[in-house]
């Protein structure tokens, strides 16, 4: 109605008041929904904001002091793995895990896993930080990681660290800080994978196995000479480039060499087939 009297009164023109007409209509068709989707949108994500809340809450933080000789901080998949090792040779880590849900399924197959933050150094005291030999650093994130060690190394100095490292960076960034224990964590899998493959197209295991423990030494060897320009991103990749090359350089001499003396490495009792390496990770909800 007022657009319609200002358009009467030359306000603006008969086609403005048309388009201001039909706005308002679409606004007042659309808003009631708008509102509905809106609010069932936050109430789901309070919701589980709340959940999670009342989960931590329910946990109880670790709190009376431990003396294990060595500390796991994080039981998902590679956690779980040196836990069991250390268990069957009757060493009872002390295990540190702030999901909530990781600590029920722990509690399900008979893992004694306390809630707690490494990343807090109090926590860690009571965990037996102060005497303890070895802390494992297996947090998925390697923000958490970098931090846990940087505390560690400032406030236990004599606490051993051995570390999961995401990736080469993640590694880079450990070794800044002192780490020398520190494993990327698909590494060694994904050769036992790639023998796997060689076999799979004819090599004998004994090859096989000959090719990946070569490539082994020289990533390790590569990764070495990287460490020093991983802050300077074209110098490491110009020598990332280089080690790639002399690698497959190296490797074709080696092909070659086999082939021109018709020989290849025998098999011995030793050299086990991909196949018969158990690599397969365990799941990260089942200890």
Same mark, same amino acid.
């Given at each position: 109605m007022v657009f319609q009297t200002a358009a009467q009164y030359k306000v603006f023109h008969h086609n403005v008041s048309s388009m201001l007409v039909a706005a308002v209509a679409l606004s007042m068709l659309l808003g009631p929904l708008l509102l509905v989707a809106l609010d069932k949108l936050l109430l789901r994500r309070f919701s589980t904001i709340k959940d999670d809340n009342a989960e931590s809450s329910k946990a109880k933080e670790i709190s009376e002091q431990q003396e294990a000789p060595i500390i796991i901080a994080g039981f998902g998949r590679y956690g779980q793995i040196i836990a069991r090792v250390l268990l069957a040779q009757d060493i009872r880590p002390t295990i540190l895990d702030h999901n909530v849900e990781m600590l029920e399924a722990a509690k399900i197959y008979g893992h004694s896993v306390f809630f707690g933050d490494a990343t807090r150094m109090d926590l860690l005291r009571i965990a037996g930080a102060a005497k303890a030999r070895v802390l494992v650093i297996a947090v998925d994130s390697p923000e958490q990681s970098i931090k846990i060690a940087s505390q560690v190394r400032k406030h236990f100095p004599n606490l051993q660290i051995v570390a999961r490292s995401r990736d080469l960076n993640h590694w880079f960034r450990l070794r800044d800080l002192g780490v020398e224990h520190a494993q990327r964590e698909v590494f060694e899998s994904s050769l036992v994978s790639a023998q796997s493959v060689l076999e799979l197209i004819g090599q004998s295991p004994a090859n096989? @196995?000959?090719?990946?423990? @070569?490539? @082994? +030494?020289?990533n390790l060897a590569l990764a070495e000479r990287m460490y020093p320009h991983y802050k300077d991103k074209n110098k490491l990749i110009a020598v990332? #480039? !280089?080690? @790639? !090359? !002399?690698?497959? +350089? !190296?490797?074709? #001499?080696?092909?070659?060499?086999?082939? +021109?003396?018709?020989? +290849?490495?025998?098999?011995?009792?030793?050299v086990p087939a991909a196949s018969e390496q158990n690599h397969s990770p365990a799941d990260s909800k089942q200890p």
């Amino acid at each position: 109605m007022v657009f319609q009297t200002a358009a009467q009164y030359k306000v603006f023109h008969h086609n403005v008041s048309s388009m201001l007409v039909a706005a308002v209509a679409l606004s007042m068709l659309l808003g009631p929904l708008l509102l509905v989707a809106l609010d069932k949108l936050l109430l789901r994500r309070f919701s589980t904001i709340k959940d999670d809340n009342a989960e931590s809450s329910k946990a109880k933080e670790i709190s009376e002091q431990q003396e294990a000789p060595i500390i796991i901080a994080g039981f998902g998949r590679y956690g779980q793995i040196i836990a069991r090792v250390l268990l069957a040779q009757d060493i009872r880590p002390t295990i540190l895990d702030h999901n909530v849900e990781m600590l029920e399924a722990a509690k399900i197959y008979g893992h004694s896993v306390f809630f707690g933050d490494a990343t807090r150094m109090d926590l860690l005291r009571i965990a037996g930080a102060a005497k303890a030999r070895v802390l494992v650093i297996a947090v998925d994130s390697p923000e958490q990681s970098i931090k846990i060690a940087s505390q560690v190394r400032k406030h236990f100095p004599n606490l051993q660290i051995v570390a999961r490292s995401r990736d080469l960076n993640h590694w880079f960034r450990l070794r800044d800080l002192g780490v020398e224990h520190a494993q990327r964590e698909v590494f060694e899998s994904s050769l036992v994978s790639a023998q796997s493959v060689l076999e799979l197209i004819g090599q004998s295991p004994a090859n096989a @196995r000959h090719m990946t423990d @070569r490539f @082994r +030494e020289h990533n390790l060897a590569l990764a070495e000479r990287m460490y020093p320009h991983y802050k300077d991103k074209n110098k490491l990749i110009a020598v990332s #480039k !280089q080690g @790639r !090359q !002399q690698l497959v +350089e !190296q490797m074709a #001499k080696e092909r070659a060499d086999l082939l +021109e003396n018709g020989t +290849e490495i025998p098999d011995g009792p030793d050299v086990p087939a991909a196949s018969e390496q158990n690599h397969s990770p365990a799941d990260s909800k089942q200890p």
